[in-house]
């Protein structure tokens, strides 16, 4: 018996929700927010408003064609 271990792969933990981002549609951007009230309702810590979608990233970009930090570090040539 050499007594070898088995090499447990490190279990994902049960918490399975993805990292939940929250997109002012107002700022164009991911913000981060308040919860308003008991609803599912948040609002947008840079403007004010409650224009505020949340989502995972990946869908966040594919609804709202955000770019990210992919548009950030275009220079804006105005
Ligand atoms: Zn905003």
């Known amino acids: 018996m050499k ?3 088995q090499h447990n ?7 399975l929700q993805p990292p939940i981002y929250f997109f002012c549609k107002d700022c164009e951007k991911i913000v981060e ?3 308003v009230g008991r609803k599912f309702v948040y609002k947008c810590n ?3 408003t409650k224009n ?3 989502g995972t990233l990946e869908s966040l970009k594919n609804f709202y064609r955000y ?3 992919e548009a950030e570090k275009q220079p804006s040539s105005n």
Do not use: I, S, W
């Open 3 to 5: 007594g070898k271990h």
């Open 9 to 15: 792969q490190p279990k994902l933990n049960n918490n």
């Open 33 to 35: 927010t308040k919860p």
């Open 46 to 48: 840079v403007c004010g």
């Open 52 to 54: 505020v979608a949340f």
């Open 67 to 69: 770019q990210g930090e």
